[in-house]
């Protein structure tokens, strides 16, 4: 009889989810994790003693209450801070965009730039409220087909969602709504985040909703941070696992899944060491599970095919730095103040996204790359020794492939340039920057084995989610070897610290195990 029910192969975030809704509803689960550490894409690491660093993803908002709730995270030590205002623009013109939380206090902000895009927000507000209420049942569930998706809207608003939705641009969807340049910037750079798109490529407007599920302290549609960093998620999810009967494992990587009388019965570890279970849940990307740890002949040849065809696509690099001070801004001086409380978004207009994006596709770093950063340390002292401060750039775009050029070269220039950009809004950063890491597309599919660096397992565009997430015909994380199942970010609803695919997998395989012979 096999050791374990179970045995997960990753311990990233989805990996621990899987791990600890198996194990609490009484299966015996083993977590396998090639890294020292668990958490995946969703660490803290100390660079600079003393500094806390979000290495790869560094905003919390995503990861579902129910989860948080079920595995009792709160328990283990996962807690939150929202952050107000939620976003800064600065404006090269001196002028400078607050996004507050509070409907009425946002309204007032805009109409510094548009009074009728003031009176147009309430109503772009109330439009997500109910692109939520549809969307959020979906989330913890397997994926419908697109069919089926259309078919559970009500009526004629049906059709209209998924034109503004699935088939728009986020140019063309802003421009639906906002006529001020800088109030659709500041809405714009959540369309692109992670992607290899500008805010003119056809589907942005998916990306935009998928970086608006977020729920947080009873919130929705917003974003904060994970208290002491995002590793303390993974550290929750973790002790919350093992509370509930599983077994961690670090330094374990998986070479192989086992397959014996056509089902998959366990895995082989690098070390040669075996491990046998009844069932077998990746955490992996869809291209490593399918195309290297599951034996070829067991994967049919046009599943292969269709994995092959998932675009994996990184975008983006993290500047990650340790300041002395604070940054500075020429339009709002006083410091520190309301603008280094949450995201600040340097990227001044629709054009100069655009822009950064056509270097970008062209397999060049943007000349004015577009810098999404946040500075958690102003909110949480625990980041950063008194005084100090920590601050992460995301960073694009910064293509997977340079031409003429290899990331490890080329992260000094990159660098320069990331800072010249910032300092035309804050002059004062490269007195404040004191060390500084660049954690390249290359860089994460290296240390997480996420294929072409791309943040999400795999790009989130609308051919690339819901049933055709990883291929179509296998995307309710069950998998044509019997016993296979993929429970992370590859499987719907895709990426970001949602922890849903590990839920919905954790939901399929509880489904099948009494099936599964022992
Ligand atoms: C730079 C960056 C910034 C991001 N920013 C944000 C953000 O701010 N907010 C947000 O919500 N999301 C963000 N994301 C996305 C989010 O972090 C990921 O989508 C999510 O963490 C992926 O989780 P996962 O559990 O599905 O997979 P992963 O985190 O990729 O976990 C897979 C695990 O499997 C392990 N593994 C791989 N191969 C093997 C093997 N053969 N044997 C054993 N173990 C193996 C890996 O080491 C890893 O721990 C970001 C991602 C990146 C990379």
Redesign the pocket.
Known sequence: MPTFDVAV????????VTAGYLAKAGAKVVV????PF?????ITEEPWPGYRI?T????????RPQIVDDLELRKFGYATILYDPQGFVPFPDGRSLLQWMDTEKAVREIAKFSPKDAAAFPKYEEFWEGVLDLVEPMLLAPPVPLSDLVAQFPGAEAEELVRSLFLLSAQDFLDEWFESDEVKISQATSAVI?EMVGPRTPGTAYVLAHHNIGSLEGNRKVWGFSKGG?GRITEAMAASAQHFGAVVRTN????KVIVKDGRAAGVALDSGETIEARAVAS???AQ?TYLE?APRDHVPSEVVKEVEKFRSRGA?L?FNARLDGLPKFTCLPETPGPQHHGAIEICPSMESLERAYDEGKYGRFSTHPFIDSEIQSVLDPSMAPPGKHVMTC?VQYAPYELRGTTWDEFKPEAAERILDTYAEYAPNIRDVVKDWQI?SPVD?ER????TG?N???GNITPDQIFSFRPVLGWAGYRTPIPGLYLC???AHPG????GA??HNAAQVILEDLPKIPR
């Open positions: 192969i990753g311990g990233g975030h989805n990996g621990l396998l994790e090639q890294r668990v958490g995946g894409a969703c979000n790869f993803s560094y905003v919390a908002g995503l990861l992670g995002m374990a990587r998986v070479r955490n992996v990307d490593h740890l983006q993290k995301f954690v994460v240390t997480l084995g996420m660096g943040i999400f397992q992370g970010s590859a990426g970001g610290v949602t695919p590990g």
